[in-house]
Each structure stands twice: as structure tokens, then as C-alpha cells.
Nanobody
Framework: VQLQASGGGLVQAGGSLRLSCTTSRRTFSSPAVAWFRQAPGKEREFVAAIKWTDGNTLYADSAKGRFTISRDNAKNTVYLQMNSLKPDDTAVYYC???????????????WGQGTQVTVSS
């Protein structure tokens, strides 16, 4: 499974961005896609996840109320709509495919290359 993340960029605080993650295929062994992020000098952290089949979602506390994860099964694409962005959201955002909507990065077997999100104050 190959994943391609896109949509990052530079935005002012309070602005919005929509990230996209297109997968080469969906498999029974990797029915969920998640977004993680990693800021300079910090560990990679979970942002949100969604299952292809039933659309079940999971969000980190930092994402609740501001970010929305969704999927388009016909396009094999998962989106992360990010609103009310803050400078603390600045990071490289990665998408990953795994067995379920969980927060632990090791549970995701396949990873994309990442897209940079920079939020200026």
C-alpha cells in the first residue's frame, strides 16, 4: 500500500487547510487511515483516524472541534480539514494505513512521505 499526502502549505493563524491522502489500494489488513504530525524536536503524535468501511473516527484532543477527517472511498482518498489553525499546529503531517482507528503509531504499517504545514502568528 502506497500513500501520498498533499495539501500542506503556509497559512496565517485562524486560517484553514485541507490535507489529502491518496492510497494505492485498500486492504482488509489496513482498513483505517490516520493522520499524524511531527513538529521539530518533538515526537510524532496522533491527530485523527477513520475507517474505510463504516467511517468510524477518532480524534486527538488537540484536534477535536477544529479538525475533521473524512474519506472518499471511490477515490481511495482521506481528507483532513483543518480550521482555526494555530502556530502550535505547525508540523509535518503524515498519513498512515493500519488495522484500526487507534492512536499508536506502531499499529500503522504503511506511511506516506509527509506534507509540511506552517501556521504563522
Amino acid at each position: 500500500v502506497q500513500l501520498q499526502a498533499s495539501g500542506g502549505g503556509l497559512v496565517q493563524a485562524g486560517g484553514s487547510l485541507r490535507l489529502s491522502c491518496t492510497t494505492s489500494r485498500r486492504t482488509f489488513s489496513s482498513p483505517a487511515v490516520a493522520w499524524f504530525r511531527q513538529a521539530p524536536g518533538k515526537e510524532r503524535e496522533f491527530v485523527a483516524a477513520i475507517k474505510w468501511t463504516d467511517g468510524n473516527t477518532l480524534y486527538a484532543d488537540s484536534a477535536k472541534g477544529r479538525f475533521t477527517i473524512s474519506r472518499d472511498n471511490a477515490k481511495n482518498t482521506v481528507y483532513l480539514q483543518m480550521n482555526s489553525l494555530k502556530p502550535d499546529d505547525t508540523a509535518v503531517y503524515y498519513c498512515a494505513a493500519g488495522r484500526g482507528t487507534v492512536v499508536a503509531a506502531p499499529e500503522y504499517a504503511y506511511w506516506g512521505q509527509g506534507t509540511q504545514v506552517t501556521v504563522s502568528s
